[in-house]
């Protein structure tokens, strides 16, 4: 999920998900606000879990928001979500500030699931100009051979 968080926004929007049928950090969602990172919300009946990306002021960002899509959940929640596309290019941003290899892993699913439906044009463009194009390739090699063995990126 994309969202648009302001530290004031952070008791209302964690109301949203009652402990009930989620877990949500109220001081992780603050941390994510503050930082420009993600969060992440639980489903622990179901073992879902959503990846909430904060909003941050930045030509990649607004883009992201801009090619959100809208989604009604059970119950009739609407949320909106970031598209296959950009949820990869976060992970590769992810993965290149922290080197954690569940970005990849994630990365690899949504190809996987996706599969020929992935923009690759709009993906070349944002991966040059976030300067992910050489890890962006790695893992495109890696997904074509479906070498899952490894995580060696290098």
């Keep these: ?44 009946a179901t073992g879902l879990k959503f990846d909430v990306f904060v909003l941050n002021d930045t030509a990649f960002d607004q883009s992201l928001f801009s090619r959100r899509k809208q989604q009604e959940l059970d119950g009739g929640l609407n949320a909106w979500f970031a598209t296959p596309e950009d949820v990869i290019l976060k ?24 599969g020929s439906s992935i923009d690759l044009d709009y993906l070349a463009h944002w991966t040059n100009q976030l300067d992910l194009t050489e890890l962006w ?16 990126l290098s």
């Design 1 to 44: 999920m994309i969202v648009e968080l302001t530290i004031s926004d952070v008791a209302q929007f964690c109301r949203s998900f009652p402990p009930e049928g989620f877990y949500l950090s109220t001081e992780t969602v603050r941390t994510a606000i503050l930082e420009k990172r993600q969060f992440n919300i639980l489903v622990p």
């Design 91 to 114: 992970k590769l941003v992810y993965y290149k500030e922290g080197e954690s290899d569940k970005h990849i892993r994630d990365i690899l699913g949504v190809l996987k699931i996706q």
């Design 137 to 152: 390739h790695k893992v495109l090699v890696r997904s074509e051979y479906n070498n899952t063995d490894t995580d060696d």
